[in-house]
Every structure is written in C-alpha cells, then in structure tokens.
C-alpha cells in the first residue's frame, strides 16, 4: 500500500483536501500520511486541530504515492517542504496543490517552469514581495486561467475547485478503474 503524504500548518484550508483523504483512506486503502514542519500542533481556518504525524525532514521516499499541498494563507516556506518537492518532482510522482499556499509552494519550489499549472495568485505585488522577500516566482506564461490544471504528474487548482481536485487526484492516484467509473463518481458528488 503506497503513502499519500498531506502537508498540514496553521491556517492551511483543510476543506480543499479533507474528502480526498476520506476516499484515499476509507475507500481506495491508501496511506494517508500528514507530515509538517514540526509536530506542533496546526490549527486550521476551520478550526480542527491536527498533529502532523511526521515532520517533513523525517520523510523517506519509498513507498510514496504522492503529496498534497493544501491551500489557505502561504507559511513561510520550509526548505525541507522545497527539496522534497522537488525530489518528487524528479521522479514524476504525484504533486498535487490546491489554493494560495498549495501553487506558492510549487512556484518557490521551482518546479513550475516548464509546466502549465493555475493559481489564485494572480499577480505578485509589493505586499507579497515584502512579506515573502522574494521577486515572483511563478513564470506567469505558464498560468492557464483555469479551476485545475493537470500537467504530467502535477495538479493545481483554485480552492473553490476542490471536488474537481479530488476527482482528478483519485483518478491520477488510479482509485478509478475506468473513465466509466470516474464519470459516475463525478455525477454523485457533483450531482451532473
């Protein structure tokens, strides 16, 4: 059985993830794994609280299927979250990031130079300049003006695409058996 890893931190937007962990868990017998800068407690913007499980240093790359990044308001970048990004990244595993935080993960990672993603991040002005102390990192030729974006083994999605998020990450994490089988999923939970 292969391990999803979750990156979780305070303030992550736990709704963008939190069905595909219930089907990755409940129905599909994945590993879902939450990992995080620290073991601290994270507090999310709906107000669970989570342990990661593991920190992210503590990570080894056997046996993994594919990391989550969570949307909500940006942390500051943990250079252990960047390498393993990128390792990832290498090996063409999944990377799938939702919202603000999940795609500025992604873009400091640098990962996103040669790939089509989507991010709420529209524009880097002066205030993100500031608070993150960096020039932009997204290469904004490759934004595609989209709810999701799936390029190769990397999903990107605005927050409020998160059931096309789930689908597509459950179909790229093969929980589907067939189109026929994604579609009908697709019916249920978007009820089309």
Not at 64 to 72: A, F, N, T
Not at 80 to 101: P, V
Request: proline content about 3%; overall charge neutral.
């Amino acid at each position: 059985m292969g391990k999803v890893l979750v990156y979780v931190f305070d303030q992550m937007s736990d709704y963008g993830v939190s069905f595909i962990c219930h089907i990755l868990r409940e129905n599909a017998g994945k590993e879902v794994v939450t990992i995080g800068d620290d073991k601290s407690l994270k507090k999310t913007t709906s107000g669970f609280l989570f342990y990661p499980e593991y920190e992210v240093s503590e990570i080894e790359l056997s046996n993994i299927e594919g990391l989550i990044l969570c949307g909500g308001y940006p942390p500051k970048m943990n250079e252990g979250l960047i390498d393993l990004i990128r390792l990832l990244h290498q090996k063409k595993i999944l990377i799938a990031a939702i919202g603000a935080s999940g795609t500025l993960s992604l873009a400091q990672a640098g990962i996103l130079e040669n790939l089509n993603y989507t991010s709420i991040i529209e524009r880097w002005d002066s205030k993100l300049q500031f608070e993150f102390g960096e020039v932009d990192p997204f290469p904004r030729s490759n934004n595609l003006k989209k709810r999701l974006v799936r390029d190769q083994h990397v999903i990107t999605a605005h927050d409020m695409a998160f059931l096309d998020f789930t689908i597509e990450v459950l179909w790229k994490l093969n929980v589907f058996k067939s189109r026929h089988e994604k579609q009908n999923f697709m019916k249920l939970v978007k009820y089309a």
